[in-house]
């Protein structure tokens, strides 16, 4: 229904069709974007979680090109706006997509299956975990000699959440990630990603 | 089309340039031919204000009175300038806002004073284009934050430019390499100026320039190197001697002198005249200069590694290194660069010119004149709002690509809450009070128990890095577009107000000029005109010596009004009525120098 709009479209300026195009192809005219435009149409790309990231890098290169606003400065008080709406558009998308994390959660939000506050996603195994490294921590502020071992739960942790975020990459390509199973790694990761930045918190402190 | 110009606005010097077919070009003082003008606004007694050279050569001289590096002090309030500035200016207190500076008896906010850099600056490129210049890129340091960026752009509105896009001046310095060059890769822009330090990691491809990420210091650069050097020549003195706003002005002076001569000599005396007193002299080498101000250059270090750690870089990335800035002349700079990136920085541009081309290039690219390059710059501050418990929630990260837009929503604590504070701070710390202040609003909203109404917050950050928020009532459906107070910048009425005082003024010393001008030939005419009296009475006419007197009173009275059409008019009744007189006294000097012959044979 969408799509149909979308080639049914007019330019706004000079009445040539423009298919959905950010910029009108006959007088480059940014186009106002169709209301419930996804992060993927902006930058021309159908749904889908297998994204190549030279792809997204020369899509947005080339979208920007066509609307950002140092190319429309010299142009009319409508046309600056549109430009600024839809760089900012466009630096959404690919800053959404670019990011494996971000994109996952952008997939669910999508499907209407927004990652909550809550981590009741999360394994009992790595809650306690979790728990483990948080009372570390305490001690740690409290002044007792654990320095060592949190620099140590600091650079596992690292590692596991690159790991994560690989394997992540590896099920969007293999385009077998369903809601519930993005929705625990997520889930895990922003768990674990908290963790990390309270451990660095603590050892800047200490 | 009319010509947009690119501004550097710099600590120490100012410049301005052009896009040209043959590339970026510098444009010059039309009196001097000097492309760099000193950031100096010196304010006189007689109301009348000096930009530049001069104004600097004043600064030993009047120190209170002459204003350096204003650019230290864009978007600040009063409660931010340092206690060595307090010394250094009368700083005008208990007053909200922007800071003030007690200035050749006006109250003047940076802005004003910039404007003063900007309109000489804009005169320089009038005279080189022979047409008015009313557009203009003008470049801010990277780090800069919101408010001093909308006090830049203050600043550009009050010269009567309309300043088309603030450019991050390391970004500026990318694109003249870039141009230069063609290079491809991930490039280190390391600015050091006069006061302020950034720095950038970019790559280039394909003519399009992405910054990856952006550190620095707003209040770091090569005034901190002088102030070292001063010091050690201020020790020398007796307190009250030292504490001398002149003294402390002339020790700056003669350190920077010191500083720039140990660039190239391994040796140099820093000479220090004191005012009434016999002269400083102290022999200061290389070395003695790096101890002193070693720790300063360390501060480069920390936004070195994160700006390379926020791309995602390691030094081994880093195709190539730009150096900018004057201070990057400084071999111990230069060295702590190679250490840092593991290479030696590039600076086959002049750092005090490169970002002014750059500026002149962006110009152009607004301008239409480049396609093949474009820009893609980020915010270099995190911003966000207060929320509960003083805790800073940021909306838009640092380092995010500009335009951007961010939508969050927010609810409310307490019950039946008819408005919403909202404030909008910048900084990357997580506690409300400990990142800057940007400005605080109001939203009134329907009254519903806590944790009932949604507010959606809105802010978009321009190509510029300014930032506007707008924000909504989800419950009742009411959009309220948000008048947002800047906590330290100037509102719309008063650059209204200035910019009539500064038209006001325009025209003030317009008249003044015309008033000197008119008295001075006043003056020349009523001397010569005397002193034709006295010496030839005899060759006046019967009745012509009463009607010169009445003319020379007539003068007289009229010199002594403001009034200098009035002056001119006497002038030329004057110069009208003893033509005759002043003829018959040239003939008859003439025949006395020829001797016996008379005029017509000649």
Partial sequence: MQAAEARRRQCWRCGAETAGALACPRCAVVQPLAAGTDLFAVLGLPRGLAVDAADLERRWHEASRAVHPDRHQTAGAREQELSLAASAAVNRAYRTLRDPIALGRYWLELHGARLGEDNNQVSPALAAEVFEAQEKLAELRAGAAVGDEVRALR????????????????????????????????SEIAYLTTLLGDVETSLGAA | MERIVGIDLGTTNSLVAVLEDAGPRVLPDPDTGAVLLPSAVAFLDDGSVVVGERARSLTAERPLDTVLSVKRFMGLGAEHVTAEDRRRYRIVEGREGPVRFAVGGRELTPPEISAYILRELKRWAEAAFGEPVTKAVVTVPAYFNDSQRQATKDAGRLAGLEVLRLVNEPTAASLAYGLDKEAEGVVAVYDLGGGTFDVSSLTLRGGVFEVLATNGDTRLGGDDLDDRVAELVLAALPEPVRARPEVRARARAAAERAKRALSTAEQTEIVLDVPGGPPVRHPLGREEFEALVRDVVERTTAPCRQALRDAGLGTADVREVVAVGGSTRVPLVRRHMEALFGRPPLADIDPDQVVALGAGIQAGILSGGRRDMLLLDVVPLSLGIETMGGVFTRLVDRNTTIPVAVKDTFTTAADNQTSVDIHV????????????????????????????????????????GILSVTAADLRTGRERSVEVKPSYGLTDEEIERMLEESIDHAEEDVRRRQVEEARVEADVILHATRESFRNHAGMLEPGEGNRIRASLAALDAARATEDYIAIRDAVDALSRETEPFARRIMDTSLQEALGDRRLEEL
Avoid at chain 2, 427 to 433: F, T, V, Y
């Fill in chain 2, 425 to 464: 701070l910048q900084g990357e710390r997580e506690l409300a009070p400990d990142n800057r202040s940007l400005a605080r609003f109001k939203i009134p909203i329907a009254p519903l128990p806590a944790g009932v109404p949604r507010l959606e917050v809105t802010f978009l950050v321009d190509a510029n």
């Fill in chain 1, 155 to 186: 650079d596992d942790l690292a590692a596991r959440l690159a790991a994560m975020r690989e394997e992540l990459v590896a099920r969007y390509a293999g385009a077998d990630a369903s809601l519930p199973d993005l929705k625990r790694r997520l």
